[in-house]
Structure formats: C-alpha cells, structure tokens
Nanobody, 115 residues
C-alpha cells in the first residue's frame, strides 16, 4: 500500500502559524491535483485547499486570505502554509493526491489551535 507522508501538525495558540508538508513517493507520478482536507470532531470532512498541475488553486471560504497552498513538482510535495490560525481550524488534516485514475491519502496530522 502506497501512503503519503505528512508532517508539520502540532499545537499552536490562536494567531499562530503552522506549515504542513506532504510528500508523495516517487512511484506516484502524473499527478493532476494535490490538496488538503480536514475533519474536526463531530464535523464532516471538508476540502481546505487544492492545487492543480497548472497551479490553479481553490480554497474553502473559511481559510481564504489565511492559508496558502503550494507545490514542488521536483520533490513531489505539497505544502499548506497556515497563518492567523483560529480555534475553529482545529482538526485532523489529510493530504490528498489525484492522478489519472488513482487517488491517494495521507494518514492525517493533528492540528490543534488553542484560544
């Protein structure tokens, strides 16, 4: 089973910043879309941000202006820079990679924002 490698989660106070990283193993190629989802306790999983192979980006309304998604194609890595964090950003963040006909997920990394 091929897994995405996530890192960067942790505990931070409101207003702080975190940077999440997700690396896809080299066996995964022809990546079309890379993105981040999150799930808070008692909530549905939601799309946070995604970036296409042409660098087009989409963000959830709740994170626009605070989060920035980027990718490094040479390293097969996607990042999520999270600034001005709020308690409602707390949740498990999952990396997602989509190729032509395949989809991969990370195991999730916990982000906790205290007030």
């Amino acid at each position: 089973q091929v897994q995405l490698v996530e890192s960067g989660g942790g505990l931070v106070q409101a207003g702080g910043s975190l940077r999440l990283s997700c690396e896809a193993p080299g066996i995964i190629f022809r990546i079309n879309v890379m993105g981040w989802y999150r799930q808070a306790p008692g909530k549905q999983r939601e799309l946070v941000a995604r970036i296409t192979s042409s660098s087009s980006t989409n963000y959830a309304d709740s994170v626009k202006g605070r989060f920035t998604i980027s990718r490094d194609n040479a390293q097969n890595t996607v990042y999520l820079q999270m600034n001005s964090l709020k308690p409602e950003d707390t949740g498990v963040y999952y990396c997602n990679v989509v190729t032509w006909g395949y989809e991969y997920w990370g195991q999730g990394t916990q982000v906790t924002v205290s007030s």
